[in-house]
């Protein structure tokens, strides 16, 4: 790719379009915006411009200016990625969105919001939640941005019962590479019009083009909300409870599986109290329905069948603060671990096979003696592996010898045994900067084709995020 | 668009892929293959074969084959479509999916199935069925194939709280135009794994590829179901009856809205009986929970937010049989309407704007003096009106004076109203050969140049399903 350099001529045109103040170029300013939270710093780009527009239209002026002078333009939302996919690795234009933070409209009737892309999770649900509503995904940080979310199709624990963020987008105002915008879809629950481009632009990383509105479905709040603690003596006990529980036909919101170690980590971090301190591995789920005593026969139902498999004890959680805990530290699991984390991995494989996967992932850790802690989302399938530098033993941390040379076969390993497992290399992060050479591991030469003849048509340039998801 | 014409030759190599058998050449052997459930037979054209392959092999094979002489394709799944969609327009080759009928596994362990294209909604619920586990979408006529289902991302009644088929498609093996074999997705419930040409094939119409196989998820059946018919005295009533259900935070699996007249009509078809003559619309509620007591609950709730509205009554179905019957009735007005129909339209707005659309329906009526019942799903706002060349008075039908001249007028007026409620021409039928003068009137040139490029992208030789789609 041949990118034109960004000169002071351009930098003009640019403050012409978006105002002196939301333009950075000095290195110190724009440091925040070489990265996102991939464990490792190795990745950090510099952009030339950090431009922040804060209408679609001043975006659609900015990708014009960006094609005439076929300039790189790596769009950026929140910045908590965890595979690089809005670090700017051919420099050029970041183009933050941070200025576009309105929640525009909570439509009660249409039971849809509409909202610009730059409004961070934690602002969407305060939102919703104010007008009585639900919006069931919970990607992880809630620092992520709606548009950052919708363009990597985030998932999160609550994805069992209610599904991913796809399922909820209904319309989108995109900015394309030549500056002309879309309107995709609407507050439509139902549509058959012609190829979706809307589904094709969820989960596009920001290479197809610039989301910069969408309209989300919503949900009322279930009436009831438990979580459960289930401590077990082994993770592959703690998983292999979980298909008994589907087929016994109760499908929870969520579903987690967690290792003790790694939560008094994090009960460390956030000075939080998990609920439970027994066995090595615990199983978390979250139960709704209409009706406490609906709620209480479904989580019985689970005790039940958990004890059966040798569950150490079941605790229920019915206070809101008791969950909200419970939440935080799950959700701050990987910071806790991050400063001696080479990667997290993200891979999917069959809901039915994760037992056997991470039994398959630790016998990796015994073979290349690397620790590989591992928790995930035990009924959807996305399981994340951490690949450590370091092991934590006796409340301190100690260097995994040899990790340098390890971590790039280990790293293979473990994608040849999701691959193995009918699985694909990212279930809800991405593919980003990070990935992209495993792709052609899981998807057909045919499918990388096409989606290149995809990207081709909409950017035929290949300004847009370039250097993301192929692997050339 | 210039095709080859099918020589004797052509006709050799194609019986030696598939045996001479699977084959048909006579003139009426074919006339079942010239059409769909569309009302009208002049749309119908025939083809110069159809072929029917018995696996994916076989049909990569023929669109080789087709690709290398250009020839058209038109792939054909139950013919239950109703805009012509497998209609072969340019002739060729009708590919008839009728021999791949096989439910290949029902892998309860991971909640999903996997089925081979043309097998039919009513094999699939019975498979289904036969493993205690349940498939929510109910696209009206069970003839209709499972790979016809996703070529139009059907809808139908029961999308209102399980979501329309895309959501249930995880993995999908399709043959693209050069006869190359792509597998995308799997049993996965996450995958953000490059774009997603799994959510672009769905419903392309078979214009992009053909279906072959499909991996649909499952859930538990509900533990119960009820059904509700709640008559009104006039169907504005009926219809703003339902925002005030969601507002109470209760999401029916299905709220559809129907004219006394069309019930009466189809129960003269079917020997079948409505459960209520009352009124001149009704609204039919499918409940689900699990238990008793708790869709009693929602059912009285429903009642009481009925009679406030004016409801004439509230019957509540919760024996089998007698649902069975509601939604037979249902599933068959089309098919009761159709000796006298011009056309049934299939737009689909934001659900708040029913009531209103249906008015401005009323209103087309009234001034055009041409019977429009109109029924559809109330609740996700898919409105299905019928153009009438007949009105149904004192049990006998009468022809509606001036129909040939009025319909294309009154089409457009329906169309351009839909378009006033920021909706899209089709809901879940799909766009196919008779919705597609109207695809400029909803969508921008834009999207539909973008879809025309990923068009040329699978398909450069446009062999597949031509002339559905797109106005030219």
Not at 445 to 455: D, F, G, V
Request: glycine share 8%; aromatic share 6%.
């Amino acid at each position: 790719m041949a990118f034109a350099t960004i000169d002071k001529k351009i930098l003009q045109e640019l403050e012409k379009l978006v105002g002196e103040k939301n333009i950075l170029v000095r290195k110190e300013d724009m440091a925040a915006y070489s990265h996102d939270e991939f464990s490792s710093e190795d990745i950090a780009h510099f952009p030339d411009v950090v431009v922040k527009p804060e209408s679609a239209e001043q975006v659609s002026c900015i990708l014009k200016l960006a094609n005439e002078y076929t300039l790189p333009v790596t769009p950026r939302g929140g910045g908590t990625g965890l595979c690089g996919g809005c670090v700017p690795v051919h420099g050029g234009i970041v183009l933050s969105m941070e200025r576009m933070n309105k929640v525009i409209e909570v439509d009660a009737e249409n039971l849809m919001a509409v909202t610009q892309a730059g409004v961070t999770l934690h602002d969407f649900y305060k939102a919703i939640h104010a007008c009585g509503l639900f919006f069931p995904p919970h990607p992880g940080d809630e620092g992520a941005h709606i548009g950052g979310v919708i363009a990597n199709n985030a998932g999160g624990a609550r994805a069992v019962k209610y599904g991913v963020v796809r399922n909820f987008v209904h319309g989108l105002e995109v900015v394309l590479p030549d500056g002309d915008i879309v309107h995709l879809g609407g507050k439509l629950m139902k549509s058959s019009t012609g190829y979706s481009l809307l589904h094709l632009m969820v989960g596009s990383e920001g290479t197809l083009g610039i989301i910069t509105q969408a309209t989300i479905s919503l949900l009322p709040p279930p009436a009831v909300m438990y979580t459960l603690v289930i401590p077990f003596d082994s993770l592959s006990k703690a998983i292999s409870t979980v298909p008994d529980i589907l087929r016994n036909k109760i499908i929870p919101m969520a579903v987690e599986f967690l290792e003790s170690k790694t939560i008094s980590i994090t009960e460390a971090l956030l000075h939080k109290t998990w609920p439970c301190h027994e066995g090595e591995a615990h199983l978390m789920l979250i139960l709704d329905g209409s009706n406490e005593d609906e709620v209480m026969a479904l989580a019985e139902q689970v005790q039940e069948i958990a004890m059966a498999r040798g569950a150490l004890d079941v605790l229920i959680a019915s206070e809101k603060s008791k969950q909200q805990t419970i939440l935080d530290i799950r959700s701050h699991i990987y910071e806790a671990m991050r400063a001696y984390m080479l990667e997290i991995l993200d891979i999917t494989v069959p809901r039915a096979s994760i037992a056997d996967f991470v039994n398959a992932v630790h016998r990796i850790e015994e073979e290349y003696q690397i620790w590989l802690p591992t928790y995930g989302h035990a009924a959807d399938g996305n399981v994340h592996t951490h690949i450590m530098k370091a092991h934590f033993e006796k409340g301190e941390w100690k260097e995994n010898p040899g990790w340098q040379r390890k971590y790039p076969q280990v790293r293979k390993a473990l994608h040849d045994m999701g691959k193995k497992y009918s699985g694909l290399v990212s279930g809800e992060h991405g593919v980003g900067f990070v990935k992209k050479e495993y792709l052609d591991t899981f998807l057909e030469q045919k499918q990388i084709a096409l989606m290149k003849e995809i990207k081709k048509a909409f950017d035929p340039r290949s300004i847009l995020n370039p250097g993301k998801i192929f692997p050339s």
